[in-house]
């Protein structure tokens, strides 16, 4: 089986980052986690409990430290994306290898919804995330169910087809666009979520705002440059 490596970009994550990194560990090689720029004891979490640190000076988006994690890591390995916040099951993440494994899947992506509504999902997220679903099948010609997931896992492959333009919390679509575009194979696997835990940084409306912005901007550069 191939090396599987973890990536947890994080921002003021110390809370709940050894947790996660510990049993992240217990189903990968290695873990590394990009430390954007936190003002917290991320790094010295995150080094206490046994992950690879990459540190940013300034925060520069979550599209960067993915883009920092993949530059660190062999063109061998499959890649793991996954929070630092606790919300997502490191339990979960043979699920999102194993399609890599057996049926030659390219970006298996992590999906809260692919069995219907969780109903853990404030509402409000709901409704902005399903706007953003739309508009990203839309540009990249997929059929995902939620877009904005975190949680993936990424074949040898992918590695180098992406191209980390987006710096921010838009990088998700940009992703599922890019993959799509090189014709890689997209499946996704059904994960759970935690929200009691919710230590996101990024206030849902800017957000979403933003990553629709992106998305469409992107979609009408990329039609004019064919």
Request: charged fraction near 25%; aromatic fraction near 6%; hydrophobic fraction near 40%.
């Amino acid at each position: 089986m191939a090396n599987v490596v973890a990536i947890i970009p994080a921002y003021n994550e110390e809370k709940a980052l050894a947790d996660v990194i510990d049993r992240t560990l217990e189903h990968v090689d290695e873990v590394i986690v990009v430390d954007d720029g936190s003002s917290d004891k991320t790094s010295e979490v995150a080094i206490g409990a046994g992950a690879r640190v990459i540190k940013h000076s300034v925060n520069l988006g979550k599209g960067e430290a993915l883009k920092s994690g993949f530059k660190a890591i062999g063109n061998d390995s499959i890649i793991i994306t996954i929070d630092g916040d606790g919300q997502h099951n490191p339990s979960e993440i043979p699920d999102l290898v194993r399609p890599i494994i057996e049926d030659g899947a390219d970006l298996v992506n992590g999906s809260r919804y692919m069995n219907g509504p969780e109903e853990n999902t404030p509402a409000y997220r709901r409704v902005g995330q399903k706007v953003l679903d739309i508009a990203t099948n839309i540009s990249a010609g997929t059929k995902v169910t939620d877009s904005q997931s975190g949680f993936r896992a990424f074949s040898p492959k992918s590695k180098n087809v992406f191209r980390f333009k987006d710096t921010g919390f838009g990088i998700e679509s940009e992703m599922l666009v890019d993959a799509a575009e090189a014709g890689l194979k997209i499946v996704e696997v059904p994960i759970t979520v935690r929200y009691d835990l919710d230590g996101s940084t990024k206030d849902p409306i800017t957000h979403g705002v933003g990553v629709l912005f992106n998305i469409a901007k992107d979609k009408v550069l990329r039609t004019f440059k064919r």
